[in-house]
């Protein structure tokens, strides 16, 4: 989209924010190039499925995707309002809290801070909730939803997402466990303190970096 905004603008004050908060995030450890596993971790080559064992139909007709909450304009993206929005496209790993990885996956999508840049997160915005269509909720902080490899992905290895992978769309957050990439993703909720989601409730770490083996809360 075109940002003809004034440079001192809410926006531009946000993404100032995230840029500071976001310091740590991904550096490398003092000790040198850290290790690509996770530790706990082993690497598969198959893509395990994993979610409540639902698995909701949505065609792309009847798609929408919302983001709301505290934002100056909240936004419902239909499917084509969506894949109109520039497309990016970020290979990453994936590290599921039981214990696979699986490495060097394509997607293709919308990156999560283009999708910030729609709806303008409120200055008191400091959390996420993410929403299935399948009722799954799960939480994060926006610093981490708007990493630069972030992204709401409608495609892997450059096919379609399948609809058990969470197809037509679903998010990819690749600095933090699998649990926290919606599936199905149906709204994306801004809130002003990070509350639990679905596994969060039900033991699992409020926040999830593999790195640090988050697993359990
Ligand atoms: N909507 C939704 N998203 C979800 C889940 C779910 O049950 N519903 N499960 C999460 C969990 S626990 C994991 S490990 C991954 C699994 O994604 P996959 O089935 O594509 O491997 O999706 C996550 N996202
Ligand atoms: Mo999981």
């Known amino acids: ?110 990156s999560t801070r283009e999708l910030l840049d729609l709806a303008v997160p409120r200055p008191e915005a400091h959390a996420v909730m993410l929403h299935g269509h399948d009722g799954y909720t799960t939480n994060v902080l926006i610093e981490d939803f708007a990493a630069p490899d972030a992204l709401v992905a409608h495609a892997w290895q450059g096919q379609p997402l399948s609809r058990e992978h969470g197809g037509p769309a679903r998010l990819i957050i690749p600095h933090l466990y699998f649990w926290k990439s919606a599936k199905w993703i149906a709204r994306i909720e801004l809130l002003g303190a990070d509350a639990p989601g679905f596994w969060e409730s039900n033991g699992y770490h409020l926040r999830g970096d593999p790195w640090k083996a988050e697993r359990y809360g």
Not at 39 to 59: I, M, S
Not at 63 to 69: A, T, V
């Open 1 to 110: 989209m075109t940002d003809d905004r004034p440079a001192d603008s809410k926006l531009t004050r946000t993404k100032r924010r995230w840029a500071e908060e976001r310091r740590f995030i991904g550096a490398t450890p003092a000790t040198g190039a850290r290790e690509r596993l996770p530790p706990g971790q082993h690497v598969v080559t198959d893509w395990p499925v994993l979610d409540l064992g639902r698995t909701p139909d949505v065609a792309t007709a009847r798609w929408r995707l919302e983001i709301g909450g505290l934002v100056e304009r909240p936004v419902t993206l239909d499917w084509a309002g969506f894949t109109a929005l520039a497309e990016t496209r970020s290979r990453s790993d994936i590290h599921c809290v039981t214990s696979w990885s699986r490495y060097d996956n394509d997607w293709t999508g919308v």
